[in-house]
């Protein structure tokens, strides 16, 4: 296996251990909590980043060594996961940040039509026979998981500012706080993400070699960066939370 793949595998790999265990959890105290934000949000982590994801990169990675058919095979069965877990997405942004805005969930349907469209263009195509991803789709595609990724962040970082106004009062709890920033770089590095998983499906790795290895670089620290940043999200260590309490002390 080429090095770029190991990367790519690395990266990858950990992208989805780390989605998949949050999600996991979130479904957990869903469960016990009956929250419905919780369940939101770890279904589609699951949905979209732990299965969706990894099925339509592997009909993307296969298509040379099993044949078109089973690379469109892949990609179909990834695709309607992947649009359901971004429904999910989409829909605990809304409940979470503005529930008293039908406006917002207005705004969820109209991402989501994004995803639906591009379906549609990808079955006229063709691409669930023969593996093509057609350039004008996938740019249809991408466009709605970047804006409700952009959503999430603005939302995040506006919420982070009225949580560090409360808790100048000490009216507000410095992990959870925090916990808003996080977010809103999470959203950051996962539209970098995104942007960086395109090149390689569009550009010969041999005519764009060099390339194609600065984006993986790119690829690959954004994708670390936003496991990380979702770890310590929803499982920060005794330490981090202890800076976090100190500082907040510090500053009263």
């Excluded at 732990?50 to 078109?68: N, T």
Aim: net charge positive; aromatic share 14%; glycine share 10%.
């Amino acid at each position: 296996m080429a090095t770029m793949e190991v990367i790519q595998t690395v990266v990858g790999g950990l992208f989805v251990l780390t989605m998949a265990s949050v999600g996991c959890r979130l479904l957990f105290l869903a469960r016990r909590s009956r929250a419905l934000p919780e369940l939101l949000l770890g279904s589609a982590l699951i949905l979209g980043a732990s299965i969706g994801g990894p099925l339509q990169g592997a009909g993307l990675s296969v298509k040379q060594e099993f044949g078109p058919e089973v690379a469109g095979w892949l990609l179909l069965i990834g695709k309607p996961f992947s649009m359901v877990g971004f429904l999910f997405q989409g829909a605990f942004v809304w409940r979470v940040f503005r529930p008293e805005q039908w406006r917002a969930g207005g705004l969820v349907v109209a991402l989501l039509f994004f995803e639906l469209a591009s379906f549609w263009g990808f079955a006229r195509h063709g691409t669930f026979a023969s593996g093509e991803i057609p350039f004008l789709w996938f740019c249809v595609e991408l466009a709605g998981r970047v804006g409700v990724s952009c959503w999430l962040g603005f939302e995040a970082y506006r919420y982070h500012g009225l949580m560090k106004r409360r808790l100048s009062l000490g009216l507000a709890d410095p992990v959870v706080a925090n916990r808003f920033l996080l977010w809103s770089l999470a959203a950051i590095f996962s539209i970098a993400v995104l942007i960086t998983s395109v090149p390689p499906i569009f550009l010969d790795r041999f005519q764009h070699q060099t390339l194609l290895n600065v984006d993986l670089f790119f690829f690959g620290a954004a994708g670390v960066t936003t496991s990380a940043l979702y770890w310590l999200t929803f499982f920060p260590p005794a330490a981090y939370r202890r800076r976090l309490q100190n500082a907040a002390e510090a500053q009263r």
